[in-house]
């Protein structure tokens, strides 16, 4: 015997002629229509393409803060350089060079000094460039740094120092 789509498996009846087992199976509703499954591919590709979004996006970010970070440990070491060549007597702006701890990464010193100030300070302005995609970044450091104190520093440093030990007579 042929079995309908309407037919129920009558192993599955209960002594009262009621189904037990699963309803009638109708041949419209056997499966997923082309539309729906058109529908849901569309949700779960929007949801990929997003995600994809978020990460290029993480990454940019990412690389921005990288270079941010050595931007200011370059600007740190340059202004430490500054302070020892103050300290040799040496002021003199430095041109744009590549850093050699970092490469990839351009510093440029540019000294000036500053109108007005007593005491013979100086504007240091460190410039850090690194290669951005096609194009380039860069950030500019400024600081206010005293001459005289790292020379002064430098002098009372080297000047013989004369214990209380030494002065004294048995």
Known sequence: MLRTSKEVNPAVMDGNGNALG????????????????LVAMVILVAGMVSVLALFTTGVSIHKSAIDGT???????????????????????????ATHPDYPGYDVQIDISEVDGMVGGEVLVKVSVFWRKGTGEGSEVFTA???????????????RPSTSSEEGRKP
């Open 70 to 96: 050595h931007s200011a440990l370059i600007a740190e070491s340059s202004f430490a350089l500054i302070r020892a060549r103050f300290a040799e007597g040496k002021i003199a702006s430095i041109p744009r």
């Open 144 to 158: 206010l740094l005293p001459v005289q104190s790292f020379q002064e520093s430098i002098r009372l440093a080297r």
């Open 22 to 37: 699963p309803k009638p199976v109708d041949s419209r509703m056997a499966g997923f229509s082309l539309i729906e499954i």
